[in-house]
């Protein structure tokens, strides 16, 4: 699957590519743990990569920093083939990596580790690309001190100025946000993205979190055991899923067996369109969101008695056992039911029904 936001003839199309991945894999053993991955990221874009741990994600971001090397395919930068038939030192890829520990010397100060990554450079030049960094990013106040003295947000904001100083290409950022408070975790990403928008700076940023990619991402490229599962933004990955796996990981749904006739499926809580239309005859699963159920106490096609209340201030997680379903369904309401409600009437926003793999 090749990906491109680019268009134009071909010249202009190279221009406009910060990254291209073609057809990479990379093995440790036996076991694979990037395959057949091809992929196009423009520059100034920022891009998810978003998986359960073992999908590979930390791996292709280290083959595109040059810290793992491809068993096939080609890397190019730029332009410029880094992996493959040619291969590119790191420090020469013109790549910043913010690793999720930060991986700050502790020896060093705060104005030191952010020149250390300079260290090529001649020392005037060094001294106004760092200067400069630190005052984007706004941590004057912070150079003498040494990391084991910040907190974990200063740290963050830290790593990030030593991986922009050099003035790279491309940022790296592997789970940079994990290690942060969740309070402080919103705030110090929204800065960071704001900053590296701010300089037309392209990102590739790791998470296991499926909020944060579908928040933060241009795009958003899912995987799963070392595949590309599904490329798009994030409003096509959560509303218009490719398959079942898509589907399930960026929300999990209630899944409601059926039979599938002439592109309708019958279930116990009525009939639904196949989205995509006709299909033939057999078995099928629908995907139902939590939020796509509506609850009233006296409106509503489908009887159910309340099994569990779950309060999250904001909303209220219920449980519904509904007559036919050997599972109940799990909604999410805006409204907060009455105390000591137990039978109430449900609606499902047939336009939200997601199925697949009628057979």
Known sequence: MAVSRATGDGNAMKQDIALQLINVGRSFGMTPAVKGISIDIAKGEVVSLVGHSGCGKSTLLRIIAGVETVDSGQVFLDGHEVDGGHFVEPEMRGVGFVFQDYALFPHLSVRENILFGLRRHKKAEAVANADEVIRRIGIEHLLDRFPHTLSGGEQQRVALARALAPRPAIVLMDEPFSNLDQGLRGQVRAETLSLLKSLDTTVIMVTHDPQEALSTGDRVVLMRSGEIVQVGSGYDLYDRPENAYAADFFCIS????????????????????????????GSAIIHIRPQAISISLDRGDITARVKQRVFHGETEHILLAVDGLDTPLRAVALDRLPEGVEVVRISIAPERVLAFECN
């Open 254 to 281: 209630n899944k409601v067996p059926g039979i599938c006739r002439e592109g309708r499926i019958e279930t116990a809580i009525g009939n639904f369109m196949r989205p995509g239309g006709a299909a033939e005859d």
